[in-house]
């Protein structure tokens, strides 16, 4: 997960496909600004298909749009998106957002988001957090549980959705009922 620029695309070759015809990728030059979880190294690269039609993930090479990329490292420089991943204008996150990536986010790793498709859904599981952005606000995935609130772990193991300006207390991470 990073946050970066990009500053060039060129149209490459990625290998063959099985009846020996080459596969084209873009591959963008960026500038990543910051690495929130990956490897240790800089990402120079990212590689996506040549159209949406074969799930490409187009980006804009002007230098002057900055991205939140989540995407799937080789671990070389390397980064490959596609239409599933999230890629994000950083204009386009809200605050709370913003503030997760650095503090949040990673306090609800060992939680499951489970989508709520239609109304009614439930959890299976206490490490669960029921996502309901899908149902409740009309099939829109960047709702507001999306951009306001995390799922975070709390101290008895159970998970729960958070929304403040301030890291949790440890009054909320002992709460029993969400």
């Known amino acids: 997960v990073i946050r970066a620029k990009a500053v060039s695309a060129k149209e490459v070759d ?6 020996g015809n080459p596969i084209k990728r873009i591959q963008y030059e960026i500038k990543q600004i910051k690495m929130f979880k990956g490897p240790d190294q800089d990402i120079e690269f990212i590689y996506t298909a040549p159209s949406t039609a074969v799930c490409g993930r187009p980006l804009d090479t002007s230098g002057k749009k900055e991205y939140l990329i989540a995407g799937k490292s080789e671990g070389n420089g390397r980064m490959h998106i596609t239409l599933c991943d999230l890629v994000s204008t950083w204009d386009s996150l809200s605050p709370t957002q913003k503030k997760s990536l650095n503090q949040r986010y990673q306090m609800g790793c060992e939680c499951k988001i489970s989508r709520c498709l239609s109304i009614p ?20 995935v960047d709702g507001r549980q999306a951009k306001h609130y995390a799922c975070i772990k709390r101290s008895d193991g159970s998970c729960a ?12 991470l002992d709460i029993e009922d969400p």
């Open 14 to 19: 990625s290998g063959n496909d099985i009846y």
């Open 121 to 140: 859904c439930f959890v299976s599981s206490s490490d669960e957090c029921l996502w309901t952005d899908w149902a409740m606000e009309k099939n829109n």
């Open 161 to 172: 959705w958070y929304r403040g300006a301030a890291p949790p207390k440890q009054e909320f």
